[in-house]
């Protein structure tokens, strides 16, 4: 079956630095992906929809320059914080469909833990 | 895309079947009825989705009623291992992404 793998699983940074976050289909191209955050005890919020070879769309409230947001290839796509605070702290969870059969569900990667100091 | 409505939790023992209803009664003709589960620290997993016939795979099987406002997911023999929250998602075919609503926490009891 289709693979959504995500690196890393687990990341703890200090306040004030960056932290980038990649999210891979194994064996499908993706034009499309997405990335979801989710706080304890909370269901997944879409961030924002990353496309190929263009700019990424966010959700309302998502700040664009501080959640950056790279798909430089159809299997790739990668999701910066910048200059993390203690409140970034959160689970982020990226999903794909394979490219072109829109009747596929959408893959989840297993999530990256990140916690700020 | 349109809402769902979900019990918040549900409790089954071990080895009986499962029934998890959702409530969808503003789905579209074209919505299909989508359900993923997650299991604690990990993202969600596909488990079942269709649109209007009944639908069954290895894990589950999924029952849409005839007007298509509700459908159920079952599992057959729950096990330790199906203790998830469950999330009933409607897509339309042309959408893209999901809307995840709170989902039902199930917990299987030995």
């Known amino acids: 079956g289709a693979v959504v793998s995500q690196h890393p699983s687990w990341v703890i940074c200090k306040s004030g630095t960056s932290v980038k976050i990649e999210c891979r289909s194994l064996d499908f191209q993706a034009t499309t992906m997405f990335w979801y955050r989710q706080f304890p005890k909370q269901s997944l919020m879409l961030m924002a929809t990353?496309?190929?070879?263009?700019?990424?769309?966010?959700e309302q409230g998502v700040e664009k320059d501080k959640f950056l947001i790279n798909h430089a290839s159809l299997t790739l796509s990668t999701l910066t914080v910048t200059s993390a605070h203690p409140e970034d702290s959160s689970f982020y969870i990226c999903?794909?469909?394979?490219?072109?059969?829109?009747?596929?569900?959408?893959?989840f990667g297993n999530g990256t833990r990140l916690t700020v100091t | 895309d349109a809402k769902t409505t979900q019990p918040n939790s549900m409790e089954s023992n071990e080895e009986e079947p499962v029934h998890l209803p959702c409530n969808h009664s503003?789905?579209?003709?074209?919505?299909?009825i989508h359900w993923y589960r997650q299991l604690p620290s990990q993202g969600p997993e596909y488990v079942i989705h269709?649109?209007?016939s009944n639908v069954n795979n290895r894990m589950a099987s999924l029952a849409i009623a005839e007007d298509r406002k509700s459908s159920t997911l079952i599992l057959h023999r729950a096990t330790l291992r199906d203790a998830a929250v469950y999330y009933c998602i409607l897509r339309d075919v042309y959408g893209q992404n999901f809307v995840f609503g709170p989902g039902t926490r199930l917990s299987v009891l030995p």
């Open positions: 990353s496309n190929e070879g263009s700019k990424a769309t966010y």
């Open positions: 503003t789905i579209s003709g074209t919505d299909y």
């Open positions: 999903s794909a469909r394979p490219f072109g059969d829109i009747n596929s569900p959408l893959h």
């Open positions: 269709g649109l209007t």
